[in-house]
């Protein structure tokens, strides 16, 4: 029989009502898992709950905690088929687009899901959700970090929540998910990558993450070149830049353009990202743009500013030199972008 780990760090899945609306209780979700039947039909994985010992709104979640995931799936990796996450809706998409880089080598299913509603009322989602999700998990077939939720199973690196209501909270508008969950659970098998081996030829195995100072900037109109100066000072090594559309700023504005040479000069890795939901950044279609690349800024190509903050966070946790990781940014890693 197939063995399923359940890492429950919190979210609206296993909340219950109190006076002050819905908050986590300790040891509530198992016992509403112990009443389901289903959990325990034929076609069923085994499974073990590990209930963290502070459940959180995950947006309470930091990278320390992306790791206590990691370092949780590395230490039961040998004694189960697959592996779930449950979290919060709210940053389940950064996590999810954390763990594939942090888990080096990974060639079993992770998954992440959640509830928009919790387990506890009677039009939950996260029934559907967690059947799902351990059906996935159980198959032990999909060796990537996925995020299963309503009706699609999408790559977590590419993943993002769409909707702060809504039951389909989460796609991946730049990738077609890996598996429609209909009437009958269809996985797109040709866009299942393989098993990533790990770039030093080491079995799986956790990158930790070091917490490197990097950070995510909106651009918006009116945005000064002060700002990006005050962004991106010294400890900061990292930048997303949510650019307009294909990767655009304003070039009109030379302070800005300035802020941004000086603060690429000094070594920090600036990369850009589109605000659209949908599309790649091309530095080069427009002089908005291609003022931004002469200013030292990187080309994020169709990544997610959640897939290029985790990046950046993993590539400077290697401690690799400067270059090396304005190289690997815009290279295809875990299928976080589309090369
Ligand atoms: N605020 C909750 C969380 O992200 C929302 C949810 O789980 O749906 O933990």
Known sequence: MARVYIAYTGGTIGMAPTQDGYAPRAGYLAELMHQMPELRAPQMPEYTVHEYGTLLDSAN???????????????????????????????????????????????????????????????????????????????????????CFGDRLLRGCRAQKLAADGLNAFDSPNFAPLGRLGITIDIERGLVRPPMPDPDGLPFHVQALVNPPVAVLRLFPGVTGDLVRLMTQPPLRGLVLETYGVGNGPDRDPDFLAALSEATERGVVIVACTQCVRGAVDLGAYRAGSALARAGVLGGADMTAEAALAKMFYLFSRGLPVEAIRELIGQDLRGELTA
């Open 61 to 147: 979640m930091t990278p320390q905690h992306w790791l206590e995931i990691a370092r949780d799936i590395e230490a039961h990796y040998d004694d189960y088929d697959g592996f779930i996450v449950l979290h919060g809706t709210d940053t389940m998409a950064y996590t999810a687009s954390a763990l594939p880089f942090m888990l080096e080598g990974l060639a079993k299913p992770v998954i992440l899901t959640g509830s928009q509603i919790p387990l506890c009322e009677v039009r939950s989602d996260a029934r559907a959700n967690l059947i799902n999700a351990l059906l996935i998990a159980g198959a032990g077939d999909i060796p990537e970090v996925c995020l």
